[in-house]
């Protein structure tokens, strides 16, 4: 029966973890769709922020301003986005283990 218990437990913390990680891909994937179109139409840093903590939220895990930085514009336009997202621990439903991301995304003009 323990074995049982600490197979469930074991599967449940893989499926969280790959759902991470696909999760954290996947924003990544949209931060560079957010960085091209912002760089292409001269958007301000406070849109992309914004579409970011949108995003975010969504794939259910928070994000602060403090966590994103922007630099340049336009053709120049460079985000970077640190966090980390938890992994949980089944009933108890916090964090056992934090997966931290780091993406970095740069505009890169369509030929």
Excluded at 35 to 60: H, T, W
Aim: glycine share 8%; aromatic share 16%; charged share 20%.
């Amino acid at each position: 029966m323990c074995w049982i218990l600490v197979a469930i437990a074991y599967f449940y913390l893989s499926y969280d973890y790959i759902r991470v990680s696909w999760n954290g891909q996947r924003f990544g994937e949209y931060l560079q769709f957010v960085v091209q179109l912002a760089g292409s139409e001269n958007r301000p840093p406070s849109d992309v922020i914004q579409l970011l903590l949108v995003k975010a939220d969504e794939f259910g895990f928070s994000l602060d301003r403090k966590q994103i930085l922007v630099t340049g514009s336009g053709p120049s336009l460079s985000v970077t986005v640190k966090y980390a997202v938890g992994v949980d621990l089944p009933v108890l439903r916090r964090g056992f283990y934090y997966k931290h991301f780091e993406h970095t995304a740069r505009y890169r003009r369509q030929m």
